[in-house]
């Protein structure tokens, strides 16, 4: 079984700063992509960053810049969030893929004056 699971939402006013975390366990013998997907309400979950397992990554247009994704080992992956807008507003999701597909449970991001 394999778990994922995200840290560090919460609420920022506009031009803060938050720092996701996500961290899989478990019975994953190697990950190729740690990615972050986002989705806002009433709106489809769409890419914000990925990143291989050899340190190539990727953005949404309208996160680069601002935005920036990293891993410290092979299981753990984060997000840096500066210059944050009220339409970063959602729930953020990590994905991991490894011989499978796996989806933590989301955190909240929020911001707003």
């Known amino acids: 079984q394999v778990h994922v699971v995200e840290s560090g939402g919460g609420l920022v006013q506009p031009g803060g700063s938050l720092r996701l975390s996500c961290v899989a366990s478990?019975?994953?013998?190697?990950?190729?992509?740690m990615g972050w997907y986002r989705q806002a309400p009433g709106k489809q979950r769409e890419l914000v960053a990925s990143?291989?397992?050899?340190?190539?990554t990727n953005y949404a247009d309208a996160v680069k810049g601002r935005f920036t994704i990293s891993r410290d080992n092979a299981k753990t992956a984060y997000l840096q969030m500066n210059s944050l807008k009220p339409e970063d507003t959602a729930v953020y999701y990590c994905?991991?893929?490894?011989?499978?597909?796996?989806w933590g449970q989301g955190t909240q991001v929020t911001v707003s004056s």
């Open positions: 994905n991991v893929i490894g011989s499978y597909q796996y």
């Open positions: 478990g019975n994953i013998f190697r990950i190729y992509v």
């Open positions: 990143i291989t397992d050899s340190g190539m």
